[in-house]
């Protein structure tokens, strides 16, 4: 069966500092994984999707997520916070008809 | 413009009162499916569908009813919904009718309050 598990479900980071949102998975077939992120009263935004065979994944507004196989991890940064990067991020794993989400983290970006 | 649309945005109903919230597509989506948002729990799958006439259930069908008559939309219905159904509920849609790599395309959600 598939899981995430997302670690910390608030984080606090300085503007200009480094972003690190924590996603481990768990999946029996190699993983189709996704970052989603969520701002106040909207729905869900795609950041970024795993690519099979890369190490590190490219998304928007400078994030980026690096998949580890040894670790099941596909964790996300960003090398420099801005205010508006405050908002809720999901990782996500998919297999067959279903989209398994972590519970949540929620970003805030102090000045 | 290519979007997810729900309605309505906000809701508020008594115990026992049926309602549907509608979720409609334009981008000609084979795959659609309904979560529901709760603190700490993340997003669970409600119902999907992977094609018309075709739906299964997700991980948290009781209470729930969906129907997919046409490709394009998709409503939820709670025949009779109670207070536990008070959630935040998105819509989703992805081109492939089965997603894996294909990415969700998500409604603006319907908050939902049962009294």
């Known amino acids: 069966a598939q899981s995430v598990t997302q670690l910390g479900s608030h984080v606090s980071v300085s503007e200009g500092a480094l972003v690190l949102l924590r996603c481990n998975y768990s999946?029996?077939?190699?993983?189709?994984l996704f970052w989603y992120v969520q701002y106040p009263n909207q729905g869900l935004q795609l950041l970024l999707k795993?690519?099979?065979?890369?190490?590190l994944v490219k998304g928007i507004n400078g994030f980026e997520a690096e998949f580890k196989k040894s670790e099941t991890s596909f964790h996300l940064t960003k090398p420099s916070a801005h205010m508006s990067d405050a908002a809720e991020y999901f990782c996500?794993?998919?297999?067959?008809?279903?989209?398994?989400f972590g519970a949540g983290t929620r970003l805030f970006v102090k000045a | 413009e290519a979007q997810v649309t729900q309605n309505p945005r906000y809701l508020i109903t008594v115990t026992g009162k049926k309602l549907t919230v509608t979720c409609s597509q334009n981008m000609n989506h084979e795959y659609m499916s309904w979560y529901r948002q709760d603190p700490g729990l993340g997003l669970r799958q409600i119902y999907y569908s992977m094609n018309v006439e075709v739906t299964d259930k997700g991980d948290v069908p009781e209470g729930y009813k969906v129907s997919r008559k046409e490709k394009r939309n998709f409503p939820l219905i709670l025949e009779s919904p109670s207070p536990n159904q008070t959630s935040l509920y998105f819509c989703?849609?992805?081109?492939?009718?089965?997603?894996?790599?294909?990415?969700?395309?998500f409604g603006n959600g319907t908050r939902l309050t049962v009294t």
């Open positions: 795993y690519t099979t065979g890369a190490t």
């Open positions: 999946s029996s077939v190699p993983p189709y």
């Open positions: 989703a849609s992805s081109p492939d009718r089965i997603p894996n790599n294909s990415p969700l395309h």
């Open positions: 996500a794993v998919s297999g067959g008809f279903k989209t398994i």
